[in-house]
């Protein structure tokens, strides 16, 4: 999770997105590992991690027709990153495809509407990442909860 001045520049972002298109809202994130079949093995994988606050490089803003992609900001893969998400997946054992982003709106819309958010929207260079959460998630955004954080 981004680092409070990050997260609220970011959240601010989704809100107004959600709140425009009928999306749902959720917090600023990057999701370093998924898919988790067991909260106490994630909640021991996420206390070893060796880790200082990361700063991350922003590399402009992509899009996917996938729901979970549909605009996000993409993160520049950087070595502790790489390092958590290796150190999640010795403990965990899932294949998740590591493809660092910090998602801006959950909504299948046109291309042609990507186009015009994306070229109203400014992102920072960088952003600050100050913890690893555990969230227990669901295909419904709104019952999405915290149930683990590690400061960095």
Known sequence: MPESGDAKYYDKIISSLAKKYTAPKFAAHLT???KISSISEAKKAVSA?????IRVKTLGIGESDYLWKTLFVKIK?????VKIHQSLHDYLKNDYEFAPHLS???KKINAQTKREI????KIKKSILFDSVVIIRSSRTVKNWRVVYRKKL
Not at 49 to 53: F, L, Q, R, W
Not at 77 to 81: A, C, I, S, W
Not at 118 to 121: C, E, F, K, T
């Open 32 to 34: 370093i590992y998924s």
């Open 49 to 53: 991690i060796k880790s200082k606050k």
């Open 77 to 81: 893969k950087d070595r502790q990153l």
């Open 104 to 106: 801006l709106i959950y």
């Open 118 to 121: 994306r070229s109203g929207l």
